[in-house]
């Protein structure tokens, strides 16, 4: 009538790793609301107002380059869970990365895009 400890399985520390890959991807939304802040209150803190005028090209540049520092921060950390599962030999371990990183990629593209339409069209 004792207590029996079983060893744990050889697949369990690592699958446990993938999961944690795969729930830093919550960390995305709160990297996009904290990159929108940093976007749009570089150029307040600056003294321009995009709403009347378009800031200079060097405030709008500052201000891409702080929003995708912030925004690619949670990137960071699935990476390093990632590489865990993966130097686990978890199957599916770069899964989370590709998705954190086409996330990633697609806000760098569509604020590019952005960006220099307003450069042309304004």
Request: net charge neutral; aromatic share 10%.
């Amino acid at each position: 009538m004792g207590i029996t400890v079983r060893p744990s399985e050889a697949g369990r520390s690592s699958s446990r790793e993938v999961r944690r890959a795969w729930w830093s991807l919550i960390l995305v939304p709160v990297g996009f609301v904290a990159a929108f802040v940093v976007g749009e209150g570089i150029p307040a803190w600056m003294g321009h107002d995009s709403a009347i005028a378009t800031p200079p090209l060097w405030v709008m540049a500052l201000a891409f380059v702080a929003a995708l520092v912030v925004f690619a921060l949670p990137l960071l950390v699935t990476l390093v869970l990632s590489r865990r599962a993966a130097t686990a030999n978890e199957p599916g371990a770069w899964t989370p990365l590709i998705v954190s990183a086409s996330i990633v990629g697609s806000f760098v593209v569509i604020n590019l895009v952005s960006g220099l339409l307003v450069l042309i069209f304004d």
